[in-house]
C-alpha cells in the first residue's frame, strides 16, 4: 500500500523537465532585469576621485555619468595643496580632478603615479572691477590694461580688492602665480632671482578680503561688495556673480595685457588598471553635448571647439603666461606673500583696532558643518577686549553690515573654536579684528 502510494507521488520524466527548464528561464530572466535595473539607475563601474572644491558644481552631472557611459564617481574634496601631499603619501585614488595640474606635475613623487591627463574645461583666472571705477580709470574696452597699472592703483588706495588665499586656494595661487610673472615682464617661465618682491607689494597693498576657496571668497565679496573696488577670481566666478544679481554694482572684467594662467580642469588618471574606464569617461566629458551642458551650468569655456560659446565670454584675446617650471620658485613665491606681501586690513576698523597681526587660514569641524576659520594671532595695537599676545580664532566670512557694526544670528557657537595651546601664524587677513564676537581662546 505504501510501496503505491509512493509511486503515485512521482513525477513523469517530462513534467520534470519541463520544470527545469521553466526554472532556468526564469533564473536568467531575473539576471536581465537585474542588469537593465542597474543600467538604468548606476554603472556598474566605480571610479573614486580626489578632486578640488571648484569641480562639486558638477555633481548634478554625475547621474548622467552613472547612467550613458555607465561610470559612477564617488568624490573626496580636498584643497589643491592637501591633495598634492595626499598623492605623495602613496593615498589609493583611481583619478584626481583639480583646476589645474601644473603644481602637481612640477612634484617628482605626484608627476610619477599620474599616468594620463586630459583637459576638460577652461576658466582663466581674472580681475572683475566695480564698473564705475574701471570706467574712471579708463578701463573700459581697454585691452592695453597692464598688472602693473593694476598695482599701481592699488599701491595709490585707490584700488581695494579680494583675492583667494594662494596657500590654500588653486585660484589664489594661479593669481599670484600669473601677477608675479607679469611683473617680471621678460615673457619666459618666472626663476627665482627674478621675483620683484617690491612690485608685488605695491601690488597686495590693495588687498582687503581673502578666504580659503574661490566660492568662499565669491560669498564674502558679496557680503563686503560697499566696501570692495574689486575681486581677483575664476572668470567662471565672476560672470556667475554678475549674472545672478547678487551685487550692487556688476564688475567689470580685466584680462591684463601680460597675460594670466588658465585654470584647465584636467582628469588625471592615477590607477593604470582604471585606463579604459578613464579614456570612455574623457570621452563622454568631451563629447559636444556635454560640454555644451558643462558650459551652461558653469560658465566654464569648453575644450571642444566644435560648441559653439556664442556672447556667454567676453571678447577677449587670452594670453597664457608660461607657468615656471620649479617648484622652488612656487615655494618662494607662496613663503613671500605669506612673510612679506601682507598688511593689517582696514575696512571697517579704526584708530585701536588696527592691529598688526599674522594668521593662518584653517577647515575646523564645528557644530554647523566644515568651514573656515581664520587664527589670529594679536601682535600690537590690540582691539580692548584682547590682550597683545593672545590668540583667536573666527570665522573670515563674517561681516559687518556698517563700519563697526554688530552681525545679527551669529552666536560665538557657531564662530569660535578651542584650540588648545596651538599658535598659528602666517598667512590671510580679514577686517574682523575688532567684532566683539572675537573670543580669547588660548595664550
Not at 538604468?40 to 554625475?62: H, I, M, N, W, Y
Not at 599670484?176 to 615682464?185: F, P, T
Not at 615655494?331 to 588696527?354: E, M, S, T
Request: hydrophobic letters at 40%; charged letters at 25%.
Amino acid at each position: 500500500m505504501i510501496a503505491v502510494t509512493k509511486q503515485s507521488r512521482k513525477m513523469p520524466p517530462a513534467a520534470g523537465h519541463t520544470r527545469t527548464l521553466l526554472w532556468r528561464w526564469l533564473v536568467l530572466c531575473i539576471f536581465a532585469s537585474v542588469m537593465a535595473l542597474s543600467s538604468c539607475f548606476g554603472g556598474d563601474e566605480k571610479l573614486t576621485v580626489l578632486a578640488g572644491s571648484e569641480v562639486r558644481d558638477l555633481e548634478p552631472l554625475l547621474d548622467r555619468i552613472a547612467r550613458d557611459p555607465g561610470i559612477r564617481l564617488e568624490f573626496e574634496y580636498v584643497g589643491t595643496l592637501e591633495g598634492a601631499d595626499q598623492l605623495m603619501s602613496g593615498q589609493i585614488v583611481d583619478l584626481a580632478w583639480f583646476s589645474h595640474a601644473k603644481y602637481l606635475t612640477l612634484l617628482t613623487a605626484v608627476n610619477n603615479r599620474i599616468r594620463a591627463q586630459e583637459k576638460i574645461m577652461l576658466s582663466p583666472v581674472v580681475m572683475g572691477v566695480k564698473e564705475s571705477k574701471a570706467r574712471a580709470w579708463g578701463w573700459i574696452d581697454a585691452p592695453d590694461v597692464t598688472w602693473r597699472d593694476i598695482a599701481d592703483k592699488a599701491a595709490a588706495g585707490e584700488l581695494r580688492f579680494a583675492m583667494p588665499n594662494p596657500a590654500s586656494s588653486n585660484s589664489g595661487f594661479s593669481a599670484l602665480v600669473g601677477v608675479a610673472s607679469a611683473l617680471e615682464q621678460t615673457g619666459d617661465a618666472l626663476r627665482a632671482e627674478e621675483i620683484d618682491t617690491e612690485a608685488l607689494r605695491r601690488f597686495f597693498a590693495g588687498q582687503v578680503l581673502t578666504a580659503g576657496s574661490s566660492g568662499w571668497l565669491a560669498d564674502a565679496y558679496v557680503a563686503s561688495q560697499d566696501r570692495i573696488d574689486g575681486l581677483i577670481n575664476y572668470e567662471s566666478v565672476l560672470l556667475q556673480l554678475n549674472q545672478d544679481n547678487l551685487l550692487a554694482e556688476k564688475l567689470y572684467l580685466i584680462y591684463p595685457k601680460e597675460g594670466i594662467i588658465t585654470a584647465d580642469y584636467p582628469l588625471l588618471l592615477i590607477n593604470p588598471d582604471k585606463r579604459e574606464q578613464y579614456q570612455k569617461l574623457v570621452d563622454y566629458l568631451r563629447k559636444p553635448e556635454m560640454q555644451r551642458e558643462i558650459m551652461d551650468r558653469t560658465l566654464r569655456r569648453p575644450v571642444n571647439l566644435q560648441v559653439e560659446t556664442g556672447d556667454r565670454f567676453p571678447n577677449q584675446v587670452l594670453v597664457e603666461l608660461p607657468f615656471p617650471n620649479d617648484v622652488h620658485v612656487l615655494d618662494r613665491l607662496i613663503d613671500g606673500y605669506l612673510d612679506q606681501q601682507r598688511r593689517p586690513a582696514k575696512a571697517g576698523i579704526k584708530g585701536p583696532y588696527l592691529a598688526a597681526t599674522r594668521q593662518e587660514t584653517l577647515l575646523v569641524e564645528d557644530p554647523v558643518g566644515r568651514q573656515e576659520y581664520l587664527a589670529v594671532h594679536m601682535q600690537q595695537a590690540a582691539p580692548p577686549q584682547l590682550e597683545v599676545g593672545r590668540t583667536v580664532v573666527v570665522n573670515p566670512l563674517l561681516h559687518l553690515e556698517k563700519p563697526n557694526d554688530k552681525v545679527e544670528g551669529v552666536g560665538p557657537a557657531q564662530n569660535l573654536v578651542h584650540l588648545g595651546e596651538l599658535r598659528l601664524e602666517l598667512v590671510a587677513f580679514q577686517c574682523y579684528l575688532a567684532h566683539p564676537s572675537l573670543q580669547e581662546i588660548s595664550r
